[in-house]
């Protein structure tokens, strides 16, 4: 019988998981999913419907603060892609010369630090796709490698970036601040970054390309006319963006992104860094030109407010609720038992952690879906199942955050049937139909995500973190794996 009941507990989970894969909208399918939650909390355990609404309403309560500042994160984003802040990094990199060797290196660069400032990697992707896949035409570079350096670099941001939903919802649940969490894993991704860019740049001169440097100032002015009839389908927020970068912004456009970037790292409060970057990027904008008048600047910010209240915050509020009943029924305590049972030590629980991430993402094949639905599951093992203070519990809240994030962002990059994937092949077809595109091959030369995903591993189970900065976590005896919820 008892069997049975932790079965049936998971029901809300499979549903949740079909309906995603079956294409629904998350938001559909949360709310789907948690209506079977209050179903099955009063079958299973004769939980009252008030006892229910009550545990959802209390767990929504704790992302509240992420929800603000996933507001605030989609008004700044939505200022820098307007404003010239995204066009200006764009134009920086292009003014740099590009060769065959280089394009790709600098593709990777540019998606990476673009999507810090704008927050998106669908985005990213759409709007830097056509400029390098037709660079590298020009240049005779390796089309694969290049479309596969965008993909990577555009999930960068994705992973770290102040302004992104995935890092916010990431940090929300696990219950961390975001800016803490930056500064946790800041150097680590800073280091996936440079190797990705090493390995790329060796396998341009193994594949002998040139060395020979072009002009890269008239690029946007010679995309063909199909590639923005495909923007404008597909991704219309990436349109301004190229004509901007096409009217070359002034290159201090860039700074707003340097001011929030700089804040994050000295460990200023998130809602002080995101403000910073939407006054500053107003500032320079009246002076480029970019900005006319104060309320068309301020209809930019409830552009963004209007964008992630839309989407973005009434997931977190479905999924937070979600989660609130299947916690209290002690849904996922199977689960929790499996990986405990399997973990030897605190390390090798989080490895564990981070394995069901992948698996996860891989099963629903959406990222975010993975981020809530596995989140409070691995925030729940580790809280339930490890003894340490406040302070060391808190760093391994941190590592959680990191971990399904970069599981969820990164670990799509590499999963041929993911839904990143399908968007990343249908966006390059339709700006550069002159090549084939293949998942397979995308993902062989998205050297940032292999790197990512197995570093993160590798790193968290042998304990070789603390060889990088700001990344360790607590060591036992400081933390404790105490197995409380293996049966004897």
């Known amino acids: 019988m008892n069997i049975l009941k932790g ?45 229910s609404l009550n545990a959802a309403i209390e767990n929504v309560k704790e992302v509240i603060m992420a929800m603000f500042i996933l507001l605030f994160a989609y008004a700044m984003a939505n200022v820098f892609m307007t404003t010239g802040v995204g066009a200006a990094i764009v134009n920086i990199a292009l003014a740099l010369g590009v060769t065959a060797r280089t394009v790709a ?20 992707f759409a709007a830097c796709a056509p400029i390098f896949l037709w660079l590298n035409h020009i240049v005779e570079g390796d ?15 994705d ?19 975001v800016v803490d969490r930056i500064r946790h894993q800041g150097p680590w991704s800073l280091t996936c970054l440079v190797l990705a860019a090493i390995v790329t740049y060796v396998v341009s001169v193994v594949g002998g390309l040139s060395a020979q440097s072009v002009d890269a100032s008239n690029i946007v002015s010679e995309l063909p006319a199909e590639v923005w009839d495909v923007l404008e389908a597909e991704r219309p927020a990436a349109i301004s963006l190229l004509q901007q970068v096409q009217d070359t912004v002034p290159y201090y456009m860039a700074i ?24 500053s990027a107003y500032i320079f904008g ?27 915050v009434q997931v977190m509020m479905w999924v937070s609720a979600f989660g609130g009943v ?22 090798q629980l989080l490895f564990y952690n981070g394995i069901f991430c992948v698996l996860g993402n891989a099963c629903l094949s959406d990222e975010m879906a993975q981020i809530v639905t596995c989140g409070p599951i691995i925030k729940d093992i580790t809280t339930e199942n490890v003894e340490a203070s406040e302070e060391d519990m808190y760093k391994l809240k941190l590592r959680n955050a990191t971990m399904s994030d ?52 590798i790193l968290t189970l042998t304990g070789w973190d603390r060889f990088i900065p700001l990344l360790k976590i607590p060591r036992e005896p400081n933390v404790k794996l105490v197995k409380k919820n293996v049966s004897k």
């Open 7 to 51: 079965i049936a507990k998971f029901i809300p989970i499979f549903v949740l998981a079909i309906m995603m894969i079956l294409g629904f909208d998350i938001l559909i399918a949360a709310p789907a999913a948690l209506i079977a939650a209050f179903i099955i909390a009063g079958i299973t355990e004769k939980v009252k419907f008030n006892e």
């Open 159 to 177: 992973n770290i970036g102040l302004i992104s939903d995935t890092t916010i919802v990431s940090s929300g649940i696990q219950g961390v601040q």
């Open 256 to 279: 707003p992104l340097v001011i929030v970037i700089g804040l994050a790292v000295f460990g200023i409060n998130t809602f002080i860094c995101i403000g910073s970057g939407i006054l």
């Open 406 to 457: 970069a599981m969820g962002v990164y670990g799509s990059q590499l999963i041929p049937w993911h839904g990143y994937m399908v968007f990343y092949i249908g966006m390059a077809v339709g700006v550069y139909p002159l090549a084939n595109f293949s998942a397979m091959a995308i993902i062989t030369h998205n050297y940032i995500a292999w790197i990512a995903v197995f570093s993160m591993l």
């Open 105 to 124: 290196v600098v593709a990777l660069v540019v998606t990476a630090v673009l999507s810090v400032a704008t927050g998106t990697s669908w985005g990213t």
């Open 143 to 157: 089309v694969l490698l290049t479309v596969a350096a965008c993909a990577g670099g555009a999930c960068f941001g």
């Open 326 to 347: 299947m916690a209290n029924i002690h849904a996922f305590e199977p689960l929790s038992k499996l990986i405990v049972k399997m973990a030897k030590n605190v390390r």
């Open 286 to 312: 009246s002076f480029a030109g970019t900005v006319t008048s104060p309320m068309e600047f301020l209809e930019l910010i409830l552009g963004g407010f209007a964008d992630a209240g839309s989407w973005a």
